[in-house]
């Protein structure tokens, strides 16, 4: 038999690897390229690092020997000691076919014991707007009130209405997965709903229902590195539009952290022990209310910055972080794979 190929040996973490589900049309990828994946590459190079992007039908593991898996990316292997992997499930309405090997290939990475930055359960957890709600409803920010209601063929008998009778109109209705604004709709009524749960029947899309904050609702990211609250997303939504992001036309701006934003991330840090995560709030213009998690959350350019200082800073402070959570974690486990292949062991079938 020929002996099974060796993962790179011993040393710093020298690869990030992003699972993301490869299905970007031509004139998306045209667009995020520019705007993040291109800046993310650049940073990490400077860094000593690379980062690349991957669908998970590019990771195969020879799990043969018992307890020595062997993890390759593309045709080339990958050990836990210099590679990381970047596990957000992804679950735009392109994206769902892709979900469940997603989320099991996350499981298979964890399991042949590589370090994620946030691992599978996180991922799940920041991905359902409720169950993040869920999660954290201790915050010391109050969360959204949400109903979480699936749909399917028998949306047409109503039976999510039980939980609604306490729900106020107009409404936000939206995917209780997507990202990006997507699906985001106001239901002025319980007729506007009923419509709107039809349409999502068409792709069995589960819905969040959120009382409406009001006109002018502002939405902030925090970006928090290392538990710390580093910088903050402003985002304004354009006038007559009840969402603030950047793809349905909201404007970004970069001001300090707010007191009480700030003052919450210690908690945020506590219950999310992740060396890199963004935390979402609305402001309602007299109040702040904890909307959403994002593990993965797009560090978005300052506009007005030909440089791309602030974007490029947080970037860094993130990859930084991730270098560093693998270094500990590394060291945690005696410096050494939990079952090392060796370049002359031979496999037996």
């Known amino acids: 038999m020929t002996p099974p190929p060796t993962a790179p040996g011993a040393g710093p973490l020298r690869r990030m690897c992003w699972i993301f589900p490869d299905r970007e049309s031509t004139r998306m990828a045209a667009t995020w390229r520019p705007f993040f994946w291109d800046l993310y590459a650049e940073v990490a190079e ?49 994206q769902s076919m892709d979900v469940f090997n997603q989320y099991a290939l996350y499981a298979v990475l964890e399991q042949a014991g590589f370090y994620l930055p946030f691992p599978p359960l996180m991922s799940l957890i920041g991905n359902d707007k409720l169950a993040t709600l869920l999660h954290l409803a201790d915050s010391p920010v109050p969360p959204v009130p949400t109903v979480r209601i699936g749909t399917g063929r028998d949306i047409a008998k109503h039976q999510y209405e039980v939980a609604l009778g306490g729900m106020t109109y107009p409404a936000i209705v939206k995917p209780a ?64 539009s009840p969402v603030a992001n950047a793809s349905r036309g909201g404007a970004m701006e970069f001001p ?29 213009g007299e109040r702040y209310w904890f909307s959403e998690l994002e ?26 972080a991730y270098r560093d959570a693998h270094a500990a974690w590394l060291a945690g486990r005696g410096g050494e794979p939990a079952t090392p292949i060796s370049e002359t062991e031979t496999r037996t079938r």
């Not at 210690?266 to 402001?283: G, I, K, N, S, T």
């Open 46 to 94: 400077s860094l000593g690092m690379s980062w690349t992007r991957h669908a998970p039908d590019a990771v195969t593991v020879d799990g043969t020997v018992r307890g020595r898996p062997v993890v390759y990316v593309d045709d080339e292997a990958v050990s836990p000691q210099d590679t990381l992997f970047v596990t957000a499930l992804y679950s735009l309405p392109y």
């Open 177 to 240: 997965g997507w990202c990006g604004g997507g699906g985001i709709n106001l239901a002025r009524s319980a007729e506007d709903l009923r419509g709107l749960a039809s349409l999502a029947q068409g792709g069995d899309t589960t819905l969040v229902v959120q009382p409406y904050l009001g006109d002018g609702t502002v939405d902030y990211r925090v970006y928090v590195v290392d538990g710390e609250p580093y910088a903050v997303m402003k985002r304004i939504p354009e006038p007559g």
């Open 256 to 284: 300090a952290v707010p007191a009480e934003l700030a003052a919450a991330t210690a908690y945020f840090a506590e219950r999310l022990p992740m060396p890199f995560f963004c935390v979402d709030f609305l402001f309602d």
């Open 295 to 320: 593990p993965d959350g797009v560090i978005a350019p300052d506009l007005d910055d030909p440089q791309r200082t602030l974007q490029r800073d947080i970037t860094r402070a993130r990859f930084t």
